[in-house]
């Protein structure tokens, strides 16, 4: 490999084709006399501009389009250094860091000598040593594009946004149940918003037997093995879920917020007697059909009991996650809308109250097409407000543009799978901790299963990984017609 | 059948003491429907002063009887060495041809004339013997002439005739000892601005020089008035930049030379005045 040419932060590198050189690959461009390296990373490979290849190529297409055919005696085997300089392809490069004495410092501002310098294959082992990306809590995400093992920290997630990102069928929500996992093993809490029921297996393994993570994993469906009872509920929250989820206007919130006091005083706080102290409340007729309304969506959710002995206390599956680490899986499959809403605003509500209290010292949400369910001011909620009280998301999608361009910009770390559709690949590259032209080049080549990653978690050195296989029987697959 | 040849020639590098030349040939024929060809090289040769004429006389005496006239002669200069290796295996390709088709036609790049250095009479007249033995027509197709009547290029001569067309040429005379083993005609065998000197063996009756023209014709592709055989012979042989990059590398790589660009010296005394070399 020879250095070509540098502009800004982007090198050229000619490769010859017995130098096997991929996207995503890094390059390690020394200048021994400079004692400093550079670190280089392919975004895209290109043929070499030879001149007369067109010659070449169309000298061999004169009969319609066919190859025309014939002998060629050439005694002193010219024909493979053609084919060795027309096969000559340019690396473009994004500079990642130089390396001097062993330290990384993220400058491009020198230039290494292009006749003297070495270029070699970086492996991502010695990439990762460098950027000092081991720690004490290791994830194993699976192979390197050098198939070497691919490890990040559990700490580098540690109070993080994340977003794992990809087209259909590329291997999102596996990433994600294998982030899970490790968390929950090292006595994390974490709780999942699921809304195709494909975490509730988490504890089984492939042929149905129960796995390490059995206990750990807490599967609640709401109207189901999930109920709350209204005694168990904090005004607040139920408030939330009127406001935010049930669009209750304020003027009626105010008359709800007197009638629960009323009811919490006489401990009577029971769905029949709020309905009954709705009916009887002294108040606008107007007011009183809004606050009706809602109740009787609360009613028909089935998420709400009278029956404390029916009522699953989500604290309970909370603290038992808080002491052994666990995950807390919400099954949203097959709820409704409304009813899904109601659920999420309560989780999230009870979540800030266990944190506040101190209840639970921190807990990573993994929330799959959060859109579906998240109200609008919830976003810059989680972003913001929520991971000072020790909520780390992790969003999960395939329609990138669903999420907001400020969650991109304030996301600490990216799982990005295959895109091709150029709007999805926009959207993802307007994320601060990488350059659009990575994104761009590598997303759209990515195979299934490999995911480019991004962020601190590799400290800013985009590395291709293929994501390892799971031993976890696989739910939430597509239902086929013609599957036999 | 159809078949035609042609060689190129390039100088690749220059050394200290003399240049490294290419050369290569093709032979393309049309049997049917499709186009075949043999190609042979790229052969490289590093000619000085000192192996120009042994390098000369080794390749002209291992592929032809040298005539009495030649042994006289004095090898090639070093500037004419690419042209003229070049030319010694465009007769050998073009002799071999003639000595193995049977009933063809034979596409020459160039005229039929001799007596010159590099085509000795007794050469082409021996291609043209053997050719016309083995019921071959020879037409030779020259891109460039410098034949003139009344001042003008023969090629120049535009008739009120739909083409294609044949000219024959009477009365022409070479300067001596150059001799003409065909007759000349002026050939536009298609539509379009082109038109071509084209020799024919005059040994050959003038009905069957047409009759040749007409296989030619009916037999061939024409575009702008060029048979497609030959056009292919010359695409196939001609160095593209890319196969001088490779023969630059194979030097290298076989021989241990380094490649170093010459300074232009138009571009150095002239700056942005000079066009450099190749336009001089």
């Known amino acids: 490999m020879k250095l070509y040419r540098k502009e800004g932060n982007i090198v050229q590198i000619l490769s010859f084709p017995n130098e096997t050189v991929e996207k995503g690959d890094y390059l390690l461009v020394e200048d021994g006399e400079a004692e400093k390296a550079l670190i280089v990373q392919v975004i895209d490979v290109q043929f070499a501009t030879i001149p007369g290849v067109l010659e070449e190529l169309l000298r061999s297409l004169p009969d319609g ?21 027309q096969d000559a392809s340019l690396l473009v490069c994004k500079i990642r860091a130089t390396v001097e004495n062993e330290y990384l410092n993220p400058s491009s501002s020198w230039l290494p000598s292009r006749s003297q310098s070495t270029i070699k294959k970086l492996p991502i082992p010695t990439l990762l040593q460098l950027a000092k990306t081991n720690g004490n809590l290791p994830i194993n995400l699976g192979t390197a594009k050098d198939s070497s093992p691919f490890t990040i920290d559990a700490s580098s997630l540690d109070g993080r946004l ?55 994993i807490h599967v609640l469906t709401p109207s189901q093995n999930f109920k709350v009872a209204l005694k168990q509920v904090n005004l607040h929250v139920l408030l939330g879920i009127l406001v935010h989820a049930l669009h209750l206007p304020g003027t009626s919130a105010r008359e709800f917020r007197r009638i629960w006091k009323e009811l919490r005083e006489k401990d009577q706080l029971t769905l029949h007697e709020l309905g009954e102290a709705i009916r009887n409340w002294n108040c606008n007729q107007h007011v009183r059909d809004a606050l009706f309304s809602r109740f009787h969506a609360l009613v028909n959710s089935s998420f709400f009991t009278d029956n404390i002995a029916e009522a699953t206390l989500l604290e309970e599956s909370l603290v038992k996650a808080k002491d052994h680490g666990g995950a807390v899986i919400i099954n949203l499959r097959n709820t409704s809308t409304i009813d899904r809403q109601i659920v999420v605003e309560y989780i999230l509500g009870k979540l800030v109250e266990s944190l506040t209290s101190w209840k639970l010292k921190a807990a990573f949400l993994f929330a799959e097409e959060a859109h579906l369910y998240l109200r609008e001011t919830y976003w810059d909620d989680i972003v913001t407000r929520m991971r000072h009280f020790g909520i780390f998301t992790t969003f999960i999608t395939n329609q990138p543009d669903t999420i907001r361009e400020n969650i991109y910009r304030q996301a600490d770390n990216i799982f990005l799978f295959n895109f091709t559709n150029e709007h999805d690949l926009d959207v993802v590259s307007r994320a601060a901790r990488v350059d659009a032209e990575t994104v761009r080049s590598i997303a759209r080549d990515l195979p299934p299963h490999h995911c480019l990653t991004l962020g601190k978690v590799v400290r800013d050195f985009p590395i291709v990984a293929r994501v390892k296989a799971l031993d976890i029987k696989t739910m939430g697959e597509t239902r086929l017609f013609f599957a036999g | 059948m159809v078949a035609a040849v042609d060689t190129s020639t390039m100088k690749i590098a ?71 290796i070049a030319g010694l295996l465009e007769r050998w390709l073009q002799a071999m ?75 022409l005379r070479l300067k001596p000892p150059m001799v003409t083993l065909g007759d000349v005609y002026v050939a536009k065998l298609s539509k379009g601005n082109c038109a071509f000197r084209l020799d024919i063996d005059h040994q050959i009756p003038p009905e069957s020089r047409i009759e040749a023209v007409e296989k030619l014709l009916g037999n ?17 042989c001609t160095f593209t930049a890319n196969e001088v990059l490779a023969m630059q590398h194979f030097i290298t790589r076989k021989c241990g030379l380094q490649i170093i660009n010459r300074p232009d010296m138009h571009r150095l005394l002239f700056g942005s005045f000079g066009k450099g070399e190749n336009y001089s």
């Open chain 2, 220 to 236: 061939d592709l024409i575009s702008q008035s060029y048979p497609e055989t030959l056009r292919l012979a010359h695409i196939l």
């Open chain 1, 65 to 85: 389009g066919e190859l025309i055919q014939g002998e060629d005696v050439d005694p002193l085997e010219i024909a493979s250094h053609i084919t060795y300089i």
């Open chain 2, 14 to 84: 220059e050394t200290n003491t003399g240049i490294v030349i290419a050369v290569r040939g093709a032979n393309v024929w049309k049997q049917k429907e499709n186009y075949r060809y043999t190609r042979l090289g790229p052969f490289i040769f590093h000619i000085t002063e000192e192996n120009r004429k042994d390098i000369f006389n080794t390749l002209e005496k291992a592929y032809f009887t040298p005539t009495r006239d030649q042994n006289r002669q004095t090898a090639p200069t070093l500037q004419q060495m690419p042209t003229r």
């Open chain 2, 97 to 171: 041809l003639t000595k193995t088709m049977n009933g063809g036609l034979i596409l020459f790049d160039g005229s039929l004339t001799s007596g010159t250095t590099d085509t000795p009479i007794r050469r082409m007249k021996e291609i043209l013997d053997n050719g016309r033995d083995r019921k071959n027509t020879v037409l030779a197709f020259s891109k460039m002439t410098n034949l003139r009547v009344n001042g003008c290029l023969i090629t120049d001569f535009a008739l009120d005739h739909r083409p294609p067309y044949l000219l024959q040429t009477l009365g």
């Open chain 1, 162 to 216: 994340n977003i794992i990102t990809g087209k259909k069928e590329t291997g999102k929500s596996h990433l994600s149940k294998l982030l899970m996992v490790n968390l929950v093993q090292y006595k994390a809490t974490v709780v999942v918003f699921d809304l195709n029921g494909e975490y509730l297996s988490l504890g089984m393994t492939t042929d149905g037997k129960r796995n390490v993570n059995y206990d750990k």
